[in-house]
T-cell receptor, first 116, second 113 residues
């Protein structure tokens, strides 16, 4: 059973416009969420995170929104740049439960293409 | 920032071979992880270790084992490689607190023929 879902395998956006990547989760114990970016032939790199006590976190062009009641989070990139083209993974963890519950569960990823 | 080094970027092995994938961190962090990444499946946790000689199974441990004899090194072992283990293997380290993000190595692309 997939606990973290990224239902869009790919997304294409024009340079300068907004990119919105979506992620849904099913496990109500999840209380910490992260986004990673991955270029081909490289490991994923951490982008931004959000705790369940917040509904928004911002870092430069990247903003993550969390809707706990809908078990949904989204990553907004504004403005999008060609260098943002990569696969984006949403990940979740049950931090306060500790042990193996604290391990990250990843979604399947969304491939973002930003066209010049 | 912790540096995570995976010894091989690309490996080609034959079915039935024993395969060792090595991962080394340049600090003293306790938590290390092995994931595999497959198209359409995302990252799936194989094994993790929270200290020397300590290991726990992740979501897909079948066909794999691990070794952590020293804190800085975490090895993934394919006892008898099979074609369905062809994948990108990613090692990660979690520095410090539980809410610190994972730091990944650049991955090993393993092909089993």
């Amino acid at each position: 059973d997939q606990q973290v879902k990224q239902n869009s395998p790919s997304l294409s956006v024009q340079e300068g416009r907004i990119s919105i990547l979506n992620c849904d989760y099913t496990n109500s114990m999840f209380d910490y969420f992260l986004w990673y970016k991955k270029y081909p032939a490289e490991g994923p790199t951490f982008l931004i995170s959000i705790s369940s006590i917040k509904d928004k976190n911002e870092d430069g062009r990247f903003t993550v929104f969390l809707n706990k009641s809908a078990k949904h989070l989204s990553l907004h990139i504004v403005p999008s740049q060609p260098g943002d083209s990569a696969v984006y993974f949403c990940a979740a963890t049950a931090l306060h439960y500790g042990g193996s519950q604290g391990n990250l569960i990843f979604g399947k990823g969304t491939k973002l293409s930003v066209k010049p | 920032d912790v540096k995570v080094t995976q010894s091989s970027r690309y490996l080609v092995k034959r079915t039935g071979e024993k395969v060792f994938l090595e991962c080394v961190q340049d600090m003293d962090h306790e938590n290390m992880f092995w994931y595999r990444q497959d198209p359409g499946l995302g990252l799936r946790l194989i094994y993790f270790s929270y200290d020397v000689k300590m290991k726990e199974k992740g979501d897909i441990p079948e066909g794999y084992s691990v070794s952590r004899e020293k804190k800085e090194r975490f090895s993934l072992i394919l006892e008898s490689a099979s074609t369905n283990q062809t994948s990108m293997y990613l090692c990660a380290v979690r520095p410090g607190l539980d809410n610190s993000p994972l730091h990944f190595g650049n991955g090993t692309r393993l092909t089993v023929t």
